[in-house]
């Protein structure tokens, strides 16, 4: 009962954030509210019992995704900034896109020879998988992260 | 320690990208280029010995899947291919000033990626040799900092490569979630079995997404609209390597995805390849026909050759797979060293206008003779290797019968059609007179690395297209042997 309460609340708390981040006039207050939206998100998933759906929902949504989005706000000029304007004007497109995904997501749970076989993913078998049989990715995840340091140093390097 | 003897390519060529950086440092930009090129030459050896060509100096892998990787003939061709390109690449920089460490360490990690999507069979791997290779290639698109055309390219090319990155990672979920494996070797080995859903519409979606994401890499019409203005801002070599290395690989993914056993599940994908090939053609040799530029000239025609190659996809018998597969092998020659070409004359300034090319023969005969074999080569006209690929492949589809002539005859107006903007450059060069005031004769050092690359390139060309017979021979025992399966 106590958790229902709390789960519905959490739910909720979703929406406002959502609609808040659809209406704010700022783009760096949408971002605060969508990464608010992430990081509730992830507290369901823990309520779910699905730690490790939650952690990497905090971890990659609420973190990496949220600073990405920063710098792209960092990287805009500022007049399109400053514009004081709700973000979104085109709600037909949004309402469009929200229901494509929607039943998107929804074919996927009717069509049931899908083997979304739903077992326990412990931080103990990922690093099982990646360090055994995915130890080759993870290897060449290195070599492309270096790749790309590499090129954004020679980037950003002054032009002599 | 044997069992990681088959990466023995690729460890060499990322332990070039280290040493390049190295060099780098150390501002020996030439011993820099010439310490990769040989470790490419060594692993070129290596491969050559296990794909049968000649002998093998390591013991042979033992092919098929292992894990993440699928070891086979067809993934070596495509390797061999790859380093080809990249060493003529390189070959030429070394005659450039403004090429140093870094360039070829970053060409070096280009080439690791396509050489792991050579011989990926997982999907996870594929994506990120994909990666590898394409963000590599973004920073070598801009690598002239100073010309603005060239990091307006770098720009174009990173936001469409990111866009076609993530609607091949979407498809691939999907593909991932009907199936239930990332692992492509071993869906093609459980082709029959019934946990595997046929004509699942869940797949067609994924496979569209795969198509659209592959189709950017490959310049597909309609996804082609980059390659123009990316070939045309990047610096030539570099526009070289992404004509000739960048689609090869493109190619090289959807023959992993789609030659496996995807038929099988999605049997009807094969009239929309047959659409995508003739749009495709025909959008690229039309354009062609009106580009006063002559890297934008080539980038069309480069999208015209993607066409033809999809006739492969379509018609998928082991002929016309193995001409698909001559097509890229002849089209990544002929473009790198239409490319190289292009980078070399302008050293002796002329531009880039095909109306430069006036008149070139009389100054540099050698290099508009060599100019005019590979655009005669690209066009097919016999006996030149364009010709041989192109009649393999055509052939194929004529074998295959039904709706599939319709495409050989597609491909041959086509073919016809190109021969009018290739043959205006030719004319260009040998009967009109240079225009007064141009290639003025500036006292500069021979391009003696460009030279060799392209005299290499152009004793390919003459000599695959008067003696074929091995090279298709061979092209078909690899087609019929990857495609055993059925």
Do not use: C
């Amino acid at each position: 009962m106590f958790l229902t309460v709390i789960l519905l609340a959490l739910s909720f708390l979703a929406i406002i954030f959502a609609i808040g981040m659809l209406y704010s006039r700022e783009i760096v207050h949408a971002v605060i509210y969508i990464a608010g939206l992430f990081i509730i998100l992830g507290l369901i998933y823990f309520m779910l019992d699905n730690t490790f759906l939650g952690a990497v929902q905090i971890l990659i949504y609420g973190g990496a995704v949220t600073v990405l989005l920063m710098f792209g706000v960092m990287l805009t000029k500022r007049e399109i900034m400053d514009k004081k304007e709700s973000i979104t004007t085109e709600y037909e497109y949004v309402v469009l896109i929200a229901l494509t995904i929607s039943i998107y997501i929804g074919t996927l749970f009717t069509v049931s020879s899908y083997p979304l076989s739903i077992y326990y993913m412990s931080m103990y078998t990922l690093s099982t998988v990646l360090f055994n049989s995915f130890i080759g990715a993870f290897v060449v995840m290195g070599v492309i992260i270096m790749s790309s340091i590499i090129g954004a140093i020679y980037m950003v390097k002054e032009v002599e | 320690m044997t069992a990681y003897l088959v990466y023995t390519p690729e460890i060499l060529i990322m332990i070039s990208a280290l040493l390049a950086l190295l060099f780098d440092v150390l501002d020996s930009k030439k011993l820099a280029g010439g310490i990769a090129i040989i470790l490419n030459l060594v692993a070129l050896v290596i491969i050559l010995g296990w794909s049968g060509i000649t002998g093998s100096i390591l013991s042979l892998p033992q092919s098929g899947g292992h894990g993440l990787f699928y070891f086979s003939l067809f993934g070596y061709m495509f390797q061999i291919i790859f380093i080809i390109v990249t060493v003529s690449v390189e070959l030429t920089t070394l005659d450039f000033s403004e090429y140093n460490g870094i360039f070829y360490a970053l060409i070096e990690f280009a080439l690791t990626g396509m050489m792991i999507v050579a011989i990926s069979g997982d999907m996870v791997i594929l994506i990120l040799g994909l990666e590898l290779a394409g963000i590599s290639t973004y920073i070598l698109t801009g690598y002239i900092r100073k010309s603005e055309l060239s990091v307006e390219a770098a720009m174009k090319y990173y936001i469409i490569g990111s866009i076609s990155s993530s609607l091949t990672i979407f498809g691939l979920s999907i593909l991932y979630g009907v199936t239930g494996t990332t692992s492509l070797w071993l869906l093609n080995l459980h082709a029959g079995y019934s946990y595997i859903p046929k004509n699942n519409p869940l797949l067609y979606l994924g496979f569209s997404f795969i198509i659209a994401g592959l189709g950017f890499k490959i310049a597909m019409a309609p996804f082609h609209m980059w390659a123009p203005d990316v070939y045309q801002g990047a610096p030539s070599p570099v526009s070289a390597f992404l004509a000739a290395g960048s689609k090869t690989m493109g190619f090289m993914a959807m023959f992993i995805i789609f030659l496996s056993a995807i038929f099988y599940f999605a049997p009807n994908l094969s009239l929309l390849f047959g659409f995508f090939a003739i749009l495709t053609m025909t959008t690229g040799n039309i354009l062609a026909i009106k580009q006063r530029n002559i890297k934008r000239m080539l980038a069309y025609s480069s999208i015209a050759n993607a066409g033809y190659i999809l006739i492969a996809f379509s018609v998928d018998t082991p002929l016309a797979v193995a001409g698909g597969m001559f097509q890229i092998f002849s089209h990544a020659i002929m473009k790198v060293g239409a490319f190289i070409v292009v980078a070399v004359v302008s050293v002796f300034g002329v531009g880039e206008s095909i109306t430069d090319y006036k008149g070139l023969a009389k100054e540099h005969s050698l290099l508009a003779l060599s100019f005019a074999i590979m655009l005669l080569s690209l066009a097919g006209v016999p006996p030149l290797m364009g010709f041989m690929s192109k009649f393999v492949l055509f052939s194929g589809a004529v074998q295959a019968g039904g709706w599939y002539i319709l495409l050989a005859i597609a491909g041959v107006l086509n073919s016809a059609l190109s021969l009018y903007y290739y043959a205006r450059i030719v004319k260009y060069m040998y009967i009109d007179n240079p225009e007064p005031g141009k290639h003025k004769n500036k006292k500069i050092s021979m391009p003696i690395y460009s030279y060799i690359s392209i005299f290499v390139l152009v004793v390919i060309i003459v000599a695959v297209g008067i003696y074929p017979s091995p090279i298709i021979g061979y092209f078909i025992h690899i087609a019929s042997q990857y495609m055993v399966w059925r």
